[in-house]
């Protein structure tokens, strides 16, 4: 896979997002720590939990933008708007008050 591809698999549920095993999110946040944007896809391809976080809170997308990965961050915001749309909804914003309600 190269680095220009984009990240097109089914949209996951945003109203009950499940959460990865720690050794998952560890795996995860390395590639995004790493930059290691064709391990990012595969992950996600292979149906990996966006919002799954560490003890602090912290996602896959925060992992890349902290440690300035603008591929990796790309790669992930592409996939979360990709998302968004997929179940009609306008912004994250929109997805979180719908999943409060």
Known sequence: MGDNQELQTSPAKLSTPSQASQEQIHQMFLACQMGKVDQVISMV????????????????????????????????????????????????WHAAKVKDT
């Open 45 to 92: 391809k292979s149906e990996f939990p966006l919002a799954s976080a560490d003890g602090d809170g912290n996602t896959a997308l925060h992992i890349a933008c902290t440690h300035g990965q603008l591929k990796v961050v790309q790669e992930l915001v592409r996939k979360l708007s990709f998302m968004i749309k997929e179940a009609g909804l306008h912004s994250t």
